[in-house]
């Protein structure tokens, strides 16, 4: 998919995953939200689980799995 091969897209998403979980605090500061708004948002808008639905199944249930962590 997008010409990346299995393990280069699983280090994409593995990189945009962290990416975002490690920033998520300066994000939510950035943007002067709480982190009760901020828990509404990660997992529903942002990191949202059907972001896999029309990847291959072997690869959206390793990205599901990584998205809950």
Excluded: C, F
Excluded at 45 to 65: E, G, M, Q, Y
């Amino acid at each position: 998919m997008y010409g990346l091969n299995r393990p280069e897209a699983m280090r994409v998403v593995t990189i945009v995953i962290d990416a975002i979980h490690e920033n998520w605090q300066e994000a939510l500061a950035a943007a002067r939200l709480t982190n009760w708004e901020g828990a509404q948002l990660l997992g529903s808008r942002i990191l949202n689980p059907a972001v896999a639905d029309d990847l291959p199944k072997s690869l959206s249930t390793v990205v599901n799995r990584r998205l809950s962590e």
